[in-house]
């Protein structure tokens, strides 16, 4: 442990200070560190807690492109779109390729309809045998709108930037020589396109296949490519797994290919254009003439970067560290990858879950919702920084349920895929009406969310991925009992944890409910929201798998993983009742109980960071009798959990759900409930710093003291009165103001501590 640990300090001190980790200029977007998360975790809860080689790293990538951009632009040393396997890793050494990925960041889910494109130079027939190249971090620069690396092999320096929807690779020759681009479709189903036209432009086509249910099968649309260059071709055409062919077409996996030949003298650069789509090659086309008119990299390279500055300037922290602008700023990057744009300039996209059916939208369509996730931290933060994105993200939401005919459980892909467990699109789209986000049908959403909540799905439906997994026996007995083993489903069984995560959403289609004025619906719905009771062991005092006839699953192992909890042991899901924490507080023995609770799971090593069931935990001493704990341990967790070394999350970051939490703790408050609007408060991590929002309103905070010195609350103003709540609200928030910490060297044990200063719960 002492020499990982070592190791880690070590990597962390060359990462910062390496050319691909350097500072151009004083802009937000320089903080920013695309390689954190591209090795295996090194933080202390990751090896302790991590149960499978697929959740050691955060699977984020060096991505360039715009904040939810339809595609990003990274380079690719895996050349494979299989399941877990990201494009590219730091501790590899070798480059093969150059690509436009739709991989969901910090997933372990595939990448899909992709394309790479490999500069070689040299004998052409040596490198289609084997066209890697050898690089070194030293002579690698990355940032969120510019990729530069050289190709030791090759004696080549490649750049990249994109658009939304379109990139752009820059060649420079670094002594006079044969080019060549090597253009693949990186299909691993051998189902791959390409086809080389009269003017040289690469057209090409790669089918998306599903994975989770339906997996392997075709989803019904392609990724598009139209590709061109600003010189004409020495040479050009067709490969074949090493060997050139004759034709102007081929198919197949990445081992088959288009080839455009060039002679560069030293110096001279070569420009490549990529414009992408989900719905053709004739508007991946209209895509790239659209955003990328001209042969301007360093135009767009600039555009991309305003964007961004533009995105992260919505925080704007002050009298921190270095360090610490660089792991807020590059957290802030990670939580700004998805959801993906899916439409093309023109609105077009696929139908969801259809077979090469297009629909057009009156705004932007996305998806790649990492649902089970993103509910958490992820989508809040978009509610405070892009609220007029969330509404798009709803509409997109609506529209899916609405052309599939039920609500999805987990987006990704365009289709249907009932992975993970719970119904967390139900909690996005209450959470955002609740909030004032509402240009949206919503009582489409409601009929979606209704039907989810009470509706069965027929086999055909429910074996392709629609309706709530082991909805049966949940409205049967309230909770899911350990016969039912959820057999069709990615993750089978879980029946605590479903009955857990199925409570928490029918609360939130109550809330929703009762803003539509839908009491009766209200009044079921409330009533549900307590079915956690019925999965809670007073004899344990924990949740516990449970049997039809009452009886309780044995033998108990409260801090192992169990077969009914997904993820995570039963002390960590204990506390998985956002919705109702004092209700889970009386029914554990009142406030002191579950605080003893809490600290045993941090005491024992249970708490895991690395994954999300446990996000809201370091906050729930806001609901005890001692809040002070929290600033305690979420101060531990970021100085512990986050670097901006490579290997420096904590796990997979899930679409920037692990980089929102941080985002949130930092600023000092989180969403334990996302649908509440409350936000549970704790000691910033920086002096000062303001949020700007919408309508050009400011929220501003400030401590008299260094967090650093003085971790503790003392007492808090907000707009100069007295706050002796411990929690803030949305409106508070979204109205802009100054909230005034006073901090101290030592708690204030009475600050928060009485149940009328802490949230209510139902």
């Known amino acids: 442990m002492k020499i990982r640990h070592f190791f880690y300090i070590f990597l962390t001190a060359v990462i910062s200070s390496s050319p691909c980790f350097a500072q151009e200029d004083a802009s937000l977007v320089n903080y920013v560190q695309p390689m954190a998360g591209t090795a295996a975790s090194t933080t202390s809860a990751s090896q302790k807690h991590i149960e499978a080689s697929s959740e050691q790293y955060a699977n984020t990538i060096p991505s360039v492109a715009p904040p939810f951009a339809m595609t990003q632009w990274t380079a690719q040393t895996r050349k494979t779109e299989g399941k877990c396997i990201a494009p590219y890793y730091y501790t590899d050494s070798l480059i093969n390729g150059f690509r436009g990925t739709h991989w969901l960041s910090g997933s372990c889910t595939q990448d899909y309809g992709s394309f790479s494109v490999m500069p070689i130079s040299g004998p052409l027939a040596l490198a289609l045998k084997d066209p890697q190249s050898t690089f070194t971090h030293d002579n690698e620069m990355s940032s969120p709108a510019h990729y530069k690396v050289k190709l030791d092999r090759y004696n080549l320096k490649v750049e990249m930037t994109g658009s939304a929807r379109v990139g752009m690779i820059q060649i420079t020759a670094l002594t006079s020589d044969s080019v060549y681009l090597l253009i693949n479709a990186n299909s691993d189903e051998e189902a791959g396109e390409l086809t080389l036209n009269d003017e040289a432009a690469v057209i090409g086509t790669n089918p998306v296949h599903r994975i989770y249910q339906g997996s392997g099968e075709y989803a019904g649309f392609d990724g598009h490519l139209y590709m061109v260059t600003d010189r004409k071709t020495t040479i050009n055409g067709v490969f074949k797994e090493g060997k050139i062919i004759q034709s102007k077409k081929v198919i197949g996996d990445g081992n088959v290919g288009v080839y455009l030949g060039f002679y560069l003298k030293k110096g001279e650069r070569l420009h490549i254009k990529m414009g992408t789509s989900f719905t053709s090659a004739q508007n991946a086309y209209k895509n790239l003439v659209n955003e990328v008119p001209d042969w301007d990299f360093s135009g767009i390279q600039q555009k991309t970067k305003q964007a961004w500055e533009l995105a992260l300037g919505k925080v704007m922290i002050e009298q921190a560290t270095n360090q610490q602008k660089r792991v807020f700023y590059t957290s802030l990057y990670h939580a700004m990858q998805h959801p993906r744009l899916f439409s093309d300039v023109d609105g077009q996209y696929p139908a969801f879950a259809s077979q090469n059916k297009l629909r057009t939208s009156k705004g932007d369509y996305y998806d790649d919702f990492s649902m089970w996730d993103?509910?958490?931290?992820?989508?809040?933060?978009?509610?405070?920084?892009?609220?007029?994105?969330?509404?798009?993200?709803?509409?997109?939401?609506?529209?899916?349920?609405?052309?599939?005919?039920?609500?999805?459980?987990?987006?990704?892909?365009?289709?249907?895929?009932?992975?993970?467990?719970?119904?967390?699109?139900?909690?996005?789209?209450?959470?955002?009406?609740?909030?004032?986000?509402?240009?949206?049908?919503?009582?489409?959403?409601?009929?979606?969310?209704?039907?989810?909540?009470?509706?069965?799905?027929?086999?055909?439906?429910?074996?392709?991925?629609?309706?709530?997994?082991?909805?049966?026996?949940?409205?049967?007995?309230?909770?899911?009992?350990?016969?039912?083993?959820?057999?069709?489903?990615?993750?089978?069984?879980?029946?605590?944890?479903?009955?857990?995560?199925?409570?928490?959403?029918?609360?939130?289609?109550?809330?929703?409910?009762?803003?539509?004025?839908?009491?009766?619906?209200?009044?079921?719905?409330?009533?549900?929201?307590?079915?956690?009771?019925?999965?809670?062991?007073?004899?344990?005092?924990?949740?516990?798998?449970?049997?039809?006839?009452?009886?309780?699953?044995?033998?108990?192992?409260?801090?192992?993983?169990?077969?009914?909890?997904?993820?995570?042991?039963?002390?960590?899901?204990?506390?998985?009742?956002?919705?109702?924490?004092?209700?889970?507080?009386?029914?554990?023995?009142?406030?002191?109980?579950?605080?003893?609770?809490?600290?045993?799971?941090?005491?024992?090593?249970?708490?895991?960071?690395?994954?999300?069931?446990?996000?809201?935990?370091?906050?729930?001493?806001?609901?005890?009798?001692?809040?002070?704990?929290?600033?305690?341990?979420?101060?531990?967790?970021?100085?512990?959990?986050?670097?901006?070394?490579?290997?420096?999350?904590?796990?997979?970051?899930?679409?920037?759900?692990?980089?929102?939490?941080?985002?949130?703790?930092?600023?000092?408050?989180?969403?334990?409930?996302?649908?509440?609007?409350?936000?549970?408060?704790?000691?910033?991590?920086?002096?000062?710093?303001?949020?700007?929002?919408?309508?050009?309103?400011?929220?501003?905070?400030?401590?008299?003291?260094?967090?650093?010195?003085?971790?503790?609350?003392?007492?808090?103003?907000?707009?100069?009165?007295?706050?002796?709540?411990?929690?803030?609200?949305?409106?508070?928030?979204?109205?802009?103001?100054?909230?005034?910490?006073?901090?101290?060297?030592?708690?204030?044990?009475?600050?928060?501590?009485?149940?009328?200063?802490?949230?209510?719960?139902?």
Request: glycine share 8%; net charge neutral; with cysteine.
């Open 374 to 762: 993103i509910y958490r931290a992820q989508i809040p933060l978009l509610e405070i920084l892009k609220p007029t994105l969330v509404n798009d993200l709803v509409s997109s939401l609506v529209d899916k349920g609405r052309q599939g005919d039920w609500l999805p459980i987990f987006p990704c892909w365009n289709s249907y895929t009932a992975a993970m467990i719970g119904d967390h699109a139900t909690s996005v789209i209450a959470s955002a009406y609740l909030k004032g986000i509402r240009d949206f049908d919503a009582q489409e959403a409601y009929r979606l969310m209704y039907k989810n909540a009470f509706v069965v799905a027929d086999s055909l439906d429910y074996y392709q991925g629609k309706g709530r997994r082991g909805l049966q026996s949940y409205l049967k007995y309230g909770y899911i009992p350990m016969e039912d083993s959820v057999p069709i489903a990615f993750h089978k069984k879980e029946q605590v944890s479903r009955t857990l995560e199925y409570a928490y959403d029918d609360y939130a289609l109550a809330m929703f409910a009762k803003a539509l004025g839908k009491s009766e619906d209200h009044d079921k719905l409330l009533k549900r929201a307590k079915n956690y009771q019925l999965v809670f062991d007073k004899q344990v005092g924990m949740v516990r798998g449970r049997y039809v006839d009452g009886s309780w699953y044995k033998p108990f192992h409260g801090e192992a993983r169990e077969p009914y909890i997904t993820e995570g042991t039963p002390h960590q899901y204990t506390f998985y009742v956002p919705q109702d924490i004092p209700g889970l507080a009386k029914l554990m023995g009142g406030q002191q109980v579950l605080e003893k609770s809490l600290d045993q799971l941090f005491a024992n090593g249970g708490y895991w960071h690395g994954n999300e069931p446990g996000h809201q935990i370091p906050f729930l001493y806001n609901y005890t009798n001692a809040p002070w704990k929290t600033q305690e341990r979420v101060r531990q967790i970021l100085n512990e959990e986050y670097s901006d070394g490579p290997g420096g999350l904590s796990g997979n970051d899930d679409a920037g759900q692990m980089s929102a939490w941080y985002v949130f703790a930092a600023l000092g408050f989180y969403p334990v409930n996302p649908i509440a609007g409350e936000y549970p408060l704790t000691t910033p991590l920086y002096q000062r710093y303001e949020i700007h929002l919408p309508d050009n309103k400011v929220w501003k905070v400030r401590c008299d003291q260094s967090p650093d010195d003085y971790p503790y609350i003392q007492s808090i103003q907000l707009n100069g009165a007295s706050l002796t709540r411990n929690y803030i609200t949305y409106e508070e928030l979204m109205n802009g103001g100054e909230l005034a910490f006073k901090l101290g060297k030592a708690p204030n044990k009475q600050w928060g501590i009485n149940k009328n200063q802490q949230s209510k719960g139902f």
